[in-house]
C-alpha cells in the first residue's frame, strides 16, 4: 500500500488513449489526495488543462493523432500551465526518448509500468520544491506587485502620471517568462520598462521553453 495524502490536495491531469491506464492511475491518484481529471486524447487534454490548471500532467507519449510531444509543447503555451509538472509516461525509455520528452517540455520520463512508490516519491520531491521560494524571490515578486499597483492606477490617472512622470497615452505589455513587462514613456518621451513578477523564474524551472506572446498597444493586461 503506497501511502497518501498530499497536504495541500493537488490536481493532475492524466492523459492515455488506454482507458485500463487512465482508469488504474486515477484511482492511485484519488487515493493520495489529487484532485482528477482524465482524457484520452490529445486536444481534450489541452482543453481540459486550459479549464482546470492541474499542477500536475501525467502524459502519454504514444497517442493516437496528436502525441504526447506535441500535447507537451501545446501545455507549455496555456496560461496558468507553463509551470505545471509535465510527466512523460511511456513504453518507451533509453536516452534518446528522454531527450525528445525534454525538448517537448517535459520534467521527468518515465517508463511503464511506473512503479507506484516511485511514481510518489517523484511526486512529492517535485511538488515539495515547487511550493519553495526563496527570501530573495519573495521580496523581488513583492517589490514587482507594487510597481504592477502603480502602473494600473496611473493608466486612467492623470494625476498619478504626473506625480510618477509618466505618460500612459501610449503603451503596451508583452508577457515574459513568469511574469509581464509594460513599456511607456516618461513624461520626457524617454521609454521606460516595468517587469511585474520574477522575469528569470525559479531555478528548477529555467531550462523549459517559453514562447512570448506579442505586444498588444493599448490594451489592458489580464494577470492571473
Known amino acids: 500500500m503506497v501511502e497518501s495524502t498530499l497536504d495541500p490536495p ?5 492523459v492515455d488513449d488506454c482507458t485500463d491506464t487512465t482508469d488504474s492511475l486515477a484511482l492511485l491518484m484519488r ?18 488543462a486550459g479549464a482546470r490548471c492541474p499542477d500536475v500532467v501525467l502524459l502519454d507519449l504514444g497517442m493516437p493523432g496528436m502525441d504526447g510531444y506535441e500535447v507537451a509543447r501545446q501545455l507549455r503555451c496555456l496560461p496558468g500551465v507553463q ?9 518507451y525509455g533509453g536516452k534518446a526518448r528522454e531527450c525528445a520528452s525534454r525538448e517537448a517540455g517535459f520534467d521527468l520520463h518515465l517508463t511503464k509500468p511506473a ?18 521560494m526563496s527570501p530573495d524571490q519573495l ?3 513583492i517589490d514587482s506587485l507594487d510597481r504592477a499597483a502603480d502602473v ?31 513599456t511607456f514613456l516618461t513624461s ?7 517587469t511585474v513578477g520574477l522575469p528569470d523564474g525559479p531555478p528548477h524551472r529555467r531550462h523549459l521553453p517559453w514562447h512570448l506572446a506579442p505586444g498588444d498597444e493599448g490594451r489592458r493586461a489580464t494577470m492571473r
Do not use: C
Request: hydrophobic share 45%.
Open 10 to 14: 493537488r490536481s493532475i491531469l492524466i
Open 31 to 48: 487515493a493520495w489526495g489529487f484532485d482528477v481529471d482524465v482524457a484520452n486524447q490529445g486536444p481534450a487534454a489541452l482543453q481540459l
Open 83 to 91: 509551470n505545471a509538472l509535465l510527466i512523460a509516461i511511456s513504453g
Open 115 to 132: 512503479d507506484p512508490r516511485h511514481l510518489r516519491h517523484l511526486l512529492n520531491l517535485s511538488l515539495k520544491e515547487r511550493t519553495t
Open 139 to 141: 521580496t523581488r515578486l
Open 152 to 182: 494600473v492606477e496611473a493608466i486612467d490617472n492623470p494625476e498619478v502620471q504626473r506625480q510618477q512622470g509618466w505618460d500612459l497615452s501610449s503603451w503596451r505589455y508583452e508577457l515574459i517568462p513568469f511574469g509581464v513587462r509594460f
Open 188 to 194: 520626457d518621451r524617454l521609454p521606460v520598462q516595468v
